[in-house]
Nanobody, 115 residues
Framework: VQLVESGGGLVQPGGSLRLSCAAS????????MSWYRQAPGKELELVAV????????NYADTEKGQFTISRDNVRNTVILQMNNLKPEDTAVYYC?????????WGQGTQVTVSS
């Protein structure tokens, strides 16, 4: 099982970024997939979840309407589209797969929102 995030970078407030998490070693559409983030000096927090059956989604209250999680089953990739970014969205973003009782994490991608 391997997860590789990409798409992070520096963006101005109000800008957008599209994060990708490419999975290998398993079919991600069969398992719940999540995005988390960790800002400097803060705890890890859940950003969004997409479930396997039906693909239903949930978001942290602070991100509703701003972030969208989706899957590309052909590319075996989970995506986090982030719009109207704010400085407080600055963090390392991680994707996670929950397979059976185990959690598998990517290495993270840095998102910095600054003018």
């Amino acid at each position: 099982v391997q997860l590789v995030e990409s798409g992070g970078g520096l963006v101005q407030p109000g800008g957008s970024l599209r994060l990708s998490c490419a999975a290998s070693g398993f079919t991600l559409s069969r398992y719940p997939m999540s995005w988390y983030r960790q800002a400097p000096g803060k705890e890890l927090e859940l950003v969004a979840v997409i479930r396997s059956a039906g693909g239903s989604t949930n978001y942290a209250d602070t991100e509703k309407g701003q972030f969208t999680i989706s899957r590309d089953n052909v590319r075996n990739t989970v995506i986090l589209q982030m719009n109207n970014l704010k400085p407080e969205d600055t963090a390392v973003y991680y994707c996670k797969a929950r397979i059976a009782l185990n959690g598998y994490w990517g290495q993270g991608t840095q998102v910095t929102v600054s003018s």
